[in-house]
Structures are given as C-alpha cells and as structure tokens.
C-alpha cells in the first residue's frame, strides 16, 4: 500500500469519517486533548493539549526525541494513542483508520513511483477514487501550476530535482483537497539554497489553497519563517506555544530560551517588583538592572537573565543600559553579520551579532578590551531551573 493510499479518503469514507464538526468560524480544525503515547515505560508523547486553528500554519518543533514526529504520525492515525483523542472540527477521529481521515502526509522521502510520470504520479489518489478524466485533468493541472511544474507533466521523477520531486509530492497530496495537509521534515534532504526558495513556496501554496498545514521540523528557522504558531515541544510535552516572535522574545523556560536561537543566559536573582510589571534584579557580573519577565518571580528567587547577541553592542552606556567590560576572543563573519565572542572576567562569555559596517568602525580585532552594552529592557528574566 502506497503512502498516499494511508491517507487518502474516498468520497464516502470522507463523509462518513470526518464530517460530524460544523466549520463554524473560530472553531479549530484541529483539537489535541490529553494525547499520549507510551512505549513500555517511556511517554514519547505525556498529556499534549492543543487547538490548531482552521487554515493555520502550525509547526511542531524540538529536539530529537522530543515526541513531535510520534504526535504527526497520531494525527495521520499511523500511531495509536494510548491516551486522549484528537478531534477535527468537533468530531473525535482517533479510532479512525488512516484511509478513514481527510488528512494526508507529505514524508521527507517523497515515495514517487519512479515509472510513472509527473502528471501520473499527481493523479494516481484520483484514478484511485475514479474521478473522472475531465476533472482529473483539471485538477491535477491546476496542482501543478500551484507548486510551479506546469510543462513538467510528461517527465519521470529520475529527471527531476529534489526540489521538483518534493513539489510533486505536494501536489499530489494537495490535489485530494484534504482538510489537513502533515508535512513530517519534508525539506530535510535538500541544501540549504533549495530549503529556502522552497519555504517561500511552501508557505505561498497553503495561503492560497488555506488548507490547515501542520509542519514538523527540528529547524526552528524554518518553522519560524513560516509558521503562524508553533509549539516547542521537550520530553513527550509542550513546552511553550505561541508566535514565532512571542517563543523568541518571550520564552517561558531555561529550555526553550536554550533551544530557540543563539542566547545570553546570566544568573541573578530578583530583588523586588516594579509598578509597570518589570522588575529589579541583580545580575551576576552586571550589577542591577530594571527589565521584564515571566510573571510571578518574587523577590529572592533565582533567575536566568535572557540577553539576545543581536540586542549587544557597541555604543557607549547610557541609561536604562547594562554594561560590561570584555575582551574579543573570537570574530566569525557570517555574511550579514559578524558574530563575536567576548570573555569576560567576572562572569559567563558573551556572544554579541553585529553589522560588519559597524565592527570596521570600531576597528575591533581578537585579543583587544572592549566594553559593550544592551538595552535593559531587552534582557528577559524568567525563574532558574
């Protein structure tokens, strides 16, 4: 049985297995609730609640292992849970068989069928569900101009790109028009100049077709170029979900601020709480500072001061600032940004991202003192441990 035939629906099975929710505007297109998977004694998913919303870019992100392939292979019905259910639209669809749900998977290896076509392989869920030619033809035409391969239907997969296979594979799961695409790691065999041209595509084809995308990846740019929300997900659970900006600025844990982009992490603890909802902490190697947080951090208790390299710089302390004298240890030029390594003597090191313009100003080289400073209320303060 082919990958697609897991997945894909007739028009009956459609009916009968997933159309009991209204799509009543605000009502998710997806609901997790209490979803568990256990291996022996090990919870590869622990207790998962969450709402993706109807035409939603959602990504799952995390380490390996962290139980967000386990979770999309629930979704498709390809796992069992052991626990919970998962609802689309209102209507429970975990006993449901795979072939069962209007949910189909884009893998990271594509599964063409290599003797057949471009417009072969698009069609094939079609003449599986005797659609007929006219509207075969059609549909399958109009996949293919969507994902960017019109004039490539007579070509075999072998004659292809990795990124033009992986465009097909696309098309022919969106061309069954189900109600929620899975995309497990699908650009993961591809260097990165083809990811980046095809996470624009990616996320150009689900605005326009407006189905419910649900993406999994271990790349959090990737997921952040193109998600609505994500979730990052750590030992079986979620971590944190929100924004791909909101995850950034305002992780809730040590983990996620760790896992997500390049950080500063410095001890200190909480002194008081100010009237605006920041607070006064003292920062190990810094001094006092004024800047926000998670809530509810009372005074005394430990905390990790979150500071950004690209919140670092040069330009000289002025108020409402942190300061620290430090030494260029290392210079790394990354294109559209020289990352520098600063060693410092009474605390942690510290990785500052600057514009090249401005390091060929300062004239800074490895092995000289420098002090560089950031914005207090760019440092985020969130509970140690």
Known sequence: MTLEQQTETSPTDRAEGARGGSRSSGEPALRLVGLRRQYGSLAAVDGVDLEIGAGEFFSLIGPSGCGKTTTLRMLAGLVEPTAGRIEL?????????PHRRPINTVFQHYALFPHLT????VAFGLRERKIDRREMSERVSEMLELVGLTGRESAKPAQLSGGQQQRVALARSLVLRPEVLLLDEPLGALDLKLRKQL???????QREVGITFVYVTHDQEEAFFMSDRVAIMHDGHVEQLGTPRQVYEHPRTDFVADFVGASNRLRGSIVATAPDGCYEAEIEGVGRVRAPGVEDLAPGTRV???????AISLEPTADERAAVRAIVMDLAYLGDHVSCVLERADGPALTMSIGGSELASQGLEVGEPCEVSWPCSSMWLLAEG
């Not at 996470?199 to 084809?205: E, G, I, N, P, T």
């Open 89 to 97: 639209y209102g209507r429970e669809i975990s006993g449901l068989r």
């Open 304 to 310: 990790i001061a979150v500071v950004r390299p690209e």
């Open 118 to 121: 471009v417009f072969e392989n």
């Open 199 to 205: 996470q624009l595509q990616l996320k150009r084809v």
